[in-house]
């Protein structure tokens, strides 16, 4: 069973994140062990799979990144793996110059204006991702969530940037 | 985890650190990054009218393994010819920098630089040819 059929919810990237809670704390409390604890050992082994299955359903679409790489796998998009290296100008040449000017920027302004901009990016791409997903336009899917990966990665560079300039501003 | 000396080396003394004019026709790009780990790589290479390559540039977002990977190949293509910097093999910069396994990932990363490199020169100079 997939994620989004464990929690009776629609496939879709644009997930109402008010409802997956629902749904989820609601199964979370039918599937919890301590309802089971007087029960025959398969129907607790039962309980304790769901509740584990539950937990990894909820865990990897409560996040839209992690939802809408998800969401790739079940499309049987292709995306590389571990020590896989690509080519793509375009991103790769966006990629750089955006961690370039994030090299350059010296105050905590600077890095959150452009961390700002990176997190509007990112909006951007998943709304255009969601068309995509609807679309199962495979390609064009596999771009975008490398495009995607390379932005989440700038975010967590702008922390840590962020964080070397506090420390040396103290 | 141990890093070896040289790695060391690299990574806190990296060599070669910069960029050329990507439109200078003596002048090959490659630019290739890791989506798994959110790392990109630009290694350059220039070459002389004699066919050797003499001098090398490199620009590294990622670790240091990967920083210290692309150092080293801008040192060894150096003085080489686009043939001989093209042997370049992973496994040896992955050697010669005693890359734990988790890491030999960033020395892929360096050889797929210096080929692309190479690639573009050589298709720059077919055009010129042309």
Redesign the interface.
């Known amino acids: 069973m997939d994620h989004f059929a464990r929690l009776g919810l629609p496939a879709a990237l644009d997930l109402d994140a008010a409802a997956l809670d629902r749904v989820y704390f609601a199964l979370q409390r039918q599937w919890h062990p301590d309802r089971f604890v007087s029960r025959p050992p398969d129907e607790r082994a039962r309980a304790s799979a769901e509740a584990a299955s539950l937990n990894e359903a909820y865990r990897t679409l409560k996040d839209p990144l992690s939802r809408a790489f998800y969401m790739a796998g079940m499309a049987g998009v292709d995306?590389?793996?571990?020590?896989?290296?690509?080519?793509?100008?375009d991103?790769?040449?966006e990629?750089?110059e955006a961690?370039?000017a994030l090299?350059d920027a010296d105050t905590l302004d600077a890095v959150d204006k452009l961390a700002a901009e990176a997190r509007q990016d990112v909006q951007k791409a998943l709304a255009e991702l969601a068309s995509l997903f609807l679309a199962n336009d495979r390609g064009a899917i596999r771009k975008a969530l490398?495009r995607l990966?390379?932005l989440?990665?700038?975010a967590?560079?702008a922390r840590a940037r962020r964080m070397n300039i506090d420390r040396s501003n103290a | 985890m141990a890093y070896s000396e040289k790695l060391i080396d690299h990574y806190e003394n990296p060599r070669n650190i910069g960029s050329f004019d990507k439109t200078a026709e003596d002048v090959g790009t490659g630019l290739v990054g890791a989506p798994a780990c959110g790392d990109v790589m630009k290694l350059q290479i220039k070459v002389g009218p004699d066919g050797l390559i003499e001098d090398a540039k490199f620009k590294t977002f990622g670790c240091g393994s990967a920083i210290a990977s692309s150092s080293l190949v801008t040192e060894w293509v150096k003085g080489k010819t686009i043939d001989e910097a093209e042997t370049i093999k992973n496994t040896d910069i992955a050697r010669h920098l005693a890359l734990p396994p988790v890491k030999i990932h960033c020395s892929v990363l360096a050889e797929d630089a210096i080929k692309a490199a190479i690639a573009d020169y050589r298709a720059k100079a077919t055009r010129k040819a042309e």
């Open positions: 995306l590389p793996g571990d020590g896989k290296t690509i080519d793509d100008p991103l790769l040449m990629a750089m961690r370039e090299h490398l990966r390379y989440d990665k700038f967590e560079e």
